[in-house]
Nanobody, 115 residues
Framework: QVQLVESGGGLVQPGESLRLSCAAS????????VTWYRQAPGKARELVAV???????NYADSVKGRFTISRDNDKNTVYLQMNSLKSEDTANYYC?????????WGRGTQVTVSS
């Protein structure tokens, strides 16, 4: 079993930055990929960024150039650096880990961007 814990969310003003963390613990065997998703009230869940085991990344168009996903394999932690935040980035941010046939979710961390 794998547990994921997100942290780093909070209330910030437009233009400010936050760094989210997704810490994994438990039995992870072999390569894994981690995806950050977000969901705002009344909206569908949206893929934000993904990082593969080898380090390749992909981003939603809405966050390209502003967000950066990275990973520290020694710590089993994936980060999402979010710069130039906008009000439309307000959402609950979740991480998802895919390890072989298994998929794990965290509970999320709330990001609110408001003046």
């Amino acid at each position: 079993q794998v547990q994921l814990v997100e942290s780093g969310g909070g209330l910030v003003q437009p233009g400010e930055s936050l760094r989210l963390s997704c810490a994994a613990s438990g039995s992870i065997f072999g390569p894994y990929a981690v995806t950050w998703y977000r969901q705002a009230p009344g909206k569908a869940r949206e893929l934000v960024a993904v990082i593969q085991n080898g380090g390749s990344t992909n981003y939603a168009d809405s966050v390209k150039g502003r967000f950066t996903i990275s990973r520290d394999n020694d710590k089993n932690t994936v980060y999402l650096q979010m710069n130039s935040l906008k009000s439309e980035d307000t959402a609950n941010y979740y991480c998802n880990l895919i390890n072989g046939p298994k998929s794990y979710w965290g509970r999320g961390t709330q990001v609110t961007v408001s003046s």
